[in-house]
Structure formats: structure tokens, C-alpha cells
């Protein structure tokens, strides 16, 4: 099968985000990670071209998708794939826009980026199969693609085994019980042990395992902490207000009190008057400093870390969370007390 | 979500306060929440456990 790849200006080897706004360029042959693509589809399948755009161009103009398609149907293609995007937002939504733009115009299309990825909801009716988090994960990632493209050209459908994620294909089919009878059968199962019987899987968010508790506070080093986007007035480090792709940490150590003004709220999920008013409502670095002053708390760390809890994917908050652990772990913290809005 | 050690406070936009109390009750609301939060960093939990705070 004659494949056209597509990937962004980073991954064509044009540049990083100085490059962000190039339009739609094609070129013939693998081209960066698609050559690790193409010998992984051995001799069946052949890379024919990559297509590249840059990220900005691709995420923000309207006609961006069928001008690509348009390059992508020019250097002969059966078949599109694109990515892997990763945990990329621009990249993501280029590359499902363009595996559904190729669908619709009558090619076989696979997208392939993170599950958590917001492209995942542009690729439809185009699939899309998971790659890891980071380009840390190019090999395994491009593995997936690999096996997936391979079922794909022989018609095979692909499944959550393979990788498929995004919303599942719904398919009529009659059963032998109406819904009433499968929910009473279901809560009778329920109540009679049964903890897994479902028709609707929820996503499963793991367990986390209680820290060790510490002796005595008035010993201890304590972090405060906050996802509920309390940054410096003005915002230096650019914190967004919804969908943090970041963590800041700001110092705290010649810092007696978190005065009006000089501190604001930047979330995007509720009003900040009140934290605005008195931005200890937010991180509560007035009433640490008298404990420390009584004794009650050993010492306070001379910093504060801070993320917007605001539509934040699951997995960028538990890696908030691990790198934060890292850290204080680091500097000797024995407790962090964070505030959640 | 599985946070081990939870200190249930009054509204989302001010997790550390309450802007409907007198500014001197309001510290003394959010001292005691602290309190709390060190009382419940200083307990052995084995799952998600709220740490309730005495109210004022």
C-alpha cells in the first residue's frame, strides 16, 4: 500500500516553534521518524511522501486540512498516517483533522497520538490507535502504528487491543433482552457479589497510595501548595486559565504575607473576586507563617508550586503530581498541604 | 480521584477562606483548616480519609 505520512514542522526537521506558522509542504520518501515507520512496515507497505505543516497553521486555519489532503492525493496516496502527536494539542488536532479530512475524501486514514490527546475527538470517523506520552515513546508508539497500518491494509478491523481509542464505533445488533431486563439482571448480579459485571466500562484512574504520615509538624518541613492558579499580578510565567500544559513555582521565602495586588488568580473555572480580594483564600501563607512563628509547624518551604486545575487531563495532573513530589522530596519536605479549587 | 488526606472546606473559589465572614473569623476559619490538614498529615490513613474541621 502507497502511504503518505504526515507529522509537523518539528518532526519534518524545518524547526520548532519559530517555524510554528509554515503552510502545507510536501516532500518525497520517509522523512524523520517515518523512516523508523517504513521499516517497520517491511516490504508490503511503502512510505511514498511526507506531508508537513506547521503547527500553528495546521490547528488554526480553516482550510489547513484539505489543503494538505489536497498534497497528500497529489504524491498518489492510498493510505494516510499521521502523527504520532503525543500529548501535542496543536499537533493532535492537526493530525485527526487530516486522518478525517483523507476518510472523507475517500482514503484509508489513521491518526496516532495520545489517548488523552484533544485531536482524538477530530479524527472521526478516521481511527485513531494511542502513542505514549512523549516522542520519549517514538519506538513503542511507531510499533502501534506499524501493526495497526498492517490490519488495516488487510482489512481487518482494528480493536482496543491494537490500540484504537477515541469514541467506539457504535453498531447495531439486536439482542435477545430489552435494556429494562439487562438492568435488572445487572443490579441483581450487583447485589448478589458481582463488582464487574457492566455494559458501560468506566475509565479506571488507578489507586493512590497514602503517604507514610509524619511524627510531629512542629519538627517538619511543609510545602503549600496550589492548583488553584495563584500566580504573581501580570501572570509572568504565562500559567493558562483552562487545560494546564504547565507547573510554576514562585518564591515564598521573603514573603510574609501574599499582599492585594501583587498576587491574582488566573483560573478560568470560577470567579476570582474572592482570591483576588484576599489571595490567601487561595494559598493560605498568612495563617503558616503565625504557626511556624507559635511552633506548631517546624519550618516553611521557601516556595509555593502552582497549576490551574481547570480541564486538566488526568494524566497531566498525575505528572504535576509526581514531578511536585520530586521536588519537595528533594528539598527534605516531609508534608505538603495543597489547596484545590 | 483518590487523594489520600482531604480537608473539606466551603467553595471552590476560596478553598483556604470564606468571604462571607468578618475578615479576623475568616483567618481564624482558615487557621483552623490548616490545623487540620496538619492534624491529617500526622495520621496513618489506608485509603482516601476526610479530615473534618471542628466548626466555628
Known sequence: MKIVHYVNQFFAGLGGEEQ???????????VGPGRKLDSLLGDDHQIVATVFCGDDYAASKDTAAAEIVALIKEAGAEMVVAGPAFTSGRYGIACGRVAAAAHNAGLSALAIMHAENPGVAEAAPAQVVAS?????????SLQTAAEAIAKIAAGEKLTAAD?????????NRLVEKDAATRAVDLALARLGGDRQATEIPMPDFGIVHPA???????EALIAIL???GLVPTGNPGRLESARATKWLRYPLADVQELAKYDYQSIHGGFSTAAAND?????????????????????????EYFVTTGNGTTVADGARYGVEWAAELHKAGVQAAILTAT | MGAPRVVPTRGIPYPAGDPTLRPEEEKAWRRLLLETALKAVSTTVHKPTVFTPATI
Do not use: C, F, N, W
Not at chain 1, 163 to 171: C, D, H
Not at chain 1, 278 to 299: F, K, Q, S, T, Y
Open chain 1, 278 to 302: 484576599d489571595p490567601h483564600r487561595i494559598l493560605p501563607l498568612d495563617v503558616a507563617r503565625e504557626l511556624v512563628e507559635e511552633g506548631a509547624i517546624g519550618r516553611l518551604y521557601g
Open chain 1, 212 to 218: 507514610q504520615p509524619i511524627d510531629d509538624p512542629s
Open chain 1, 226 to 228: 496550589t492548583e488553584g
Open chain 1, 163 to 171: 490500540g484504537l481509542v477515541g469514541s467506539a464505533p457504535r453498531i
Open chain 1, 20 to 30: 510554528a506558522g509554515v503552510g502545507p509542504q510536501s516532500r518525497p520518501a520517509a
Open chain 1, 132 to 140: 505514549g506520552l512523549t516522542a520519549r515513546e517514538m519506538g513503542k
